[in-house]
């Protein structure tokens, strides 16, 4: 999966602190405020896990399961995966549930 482009969604959102409001507030941010991922291989629901970060280290959510177990062992090998964009997604019918989404890239 190397020097790879992958457009995906933020998911666990809403088992974050703050949440909305730690998506709200860093919206008008985006993509000036930095999003980065970390490594989480002490996660105890996934020793793939891939956090998603904002600012100064603002835990937002994780990429999906299924993403991070193909990722997870190249950010082990010290390959670098940066998020290029990030966008907040707000659906009319959900208004004060907003989403994230992003477009990775390895390096």
Do not use: C
């Not at 482009?5 to 941010?29: C, M, Q, R, W």
């Not at 603002?58 to 990722?71: E, K, M, N, R, V």
């Amino acid at each position: 999966m190397s020097s790879a482009t992958i457009h995906t969604k933020v998911v666990g959102l809403t088992f974050h602190d703050n949440y909305p409001n730690s998506i709200l507030e860093e919206a008008p941010d985006f993509p000036s405020n930095k999003v980065f991922l970390r490594r989480e291989p002490a996660n105890p629901y996934d020793s793939d896990a891939i956090g998603v970060y904002v600012g100064l280290g603002t835990p937002i959510g994780h990429l999906p399961a299924d993403l991070a177990a193909q990722i997870a062992p190249e950010m082990d090998a010290g390959v670098p995966w940066e998020v290029d964009f990030a966008e907040v997604v707000v659906h009319p019918a959900n208004p004060t549930l907003p989403g994230v989404s992003l477009l990775l890239r390895s390096m």
